[in-house]
């Protein structure tokens, strides 16, 4: 009999610091280990552009947390930096600038979060992070959705289209025939003839009412979940 594998433990979170401050890297670090409940891994820069080369060669960093002042840059240029790189790498401010503006100024970059590094306790840290990487995770499921959504819309509307053509490109057939067989209509016709014909406008009358039904087609239920042929994570 086989032994049952242990359960694989989540793996560690990538915590980018940007610090010129080696006594308070030295304090996330702590904080980051004494956490129990989930393993982090912290890596250190000192500088902006340092911090910049690294999310460009490492794709595995899940969050960076990013002093304001700098030496000749901010943490806001870097933010911006990050916004033309097009990362999606979550951001937390971790300051010693107690500027609501600031704060405000951060969020509209798309900072996720803003903390005093005098009010860090124990846990709030590491629990900050985490909260901010769910977040983070519900936002890209609520986008995947919406593209989804987006792409089912524009299916329907694309075969709403395809349907009105097809539809109108039978109008003018239809008529026309309908017109020729009332003319076949008033002729003296065998009885073989009329039993033809009659066949005839019965097969066409089918005809005409699945084109109407075809017309009348309701494209209001989107079918999401096959939409996009996507899966959200």
Request: hydrophobic content about 45%; charged content about 30%; proline content about 4%.
């Amino acid at each position: 009999m086989s032994t049952p594998l242990p359960p694989r433990s989540p793996k560690p979170i990538s915590v980018l610091l940007v610090d010129d401050d080696i006594s308070f890297a030295k304090i996330v670090q702590h904080l980051l280990q004494q956490f129990q409940s989930r393993d982090f891994k912290l890596i250190w820069k000192e500088s902006v552009e340092d911090a910049l080369q690294e999310v460009k060669q490492n794709s595995t960093i899940d969050l960076i947390l990013t002093d304001y002042v700098f030496p000749g840059s901010s943490g806001l240029e870097f933010c911006l930096q990050l916004n033309q790189m097009n990362s999606e790498i979550p951001i937390v401010f971790v300051t010693a600038t107690r500027d609501f503006k600031l704060a405000i100024e951060a969020m509209k970059l798309g900072v996720e979060d803003f903390l005093i590094k005098e009010d860090l306790a124990e846990s709030l840290l590491p629990r900050t992070i985490i909260n901010v990487l769910d977040r983070a995770r519900m936002h890209k499921q609520i986008k995947a959705v919406e593209k989804r959504m987006l792409i089912a819309e524009k299916r329907a509307e694309a075969i709403r289209e395809l349907v009105v053509t097809v539809c109108h490109e039978f109008n003018n057939p239809l008529a026309a025939i309908k017109i020729s067989a009332d003319l076949i209509r008033r002729h003296d016709l065998s009885d073989d003839d009329r039993t033809v014909l009659k066949e005839f406008e019965e097969s066409f009358q089918k005809i005409e009412s699945e084109v109407k039904r075809l017309r009348d087609i309701s494209f209001e239920r989107i079918d999401l979940h096959g939409a996009a042929g996507e899966k959200v994570m």
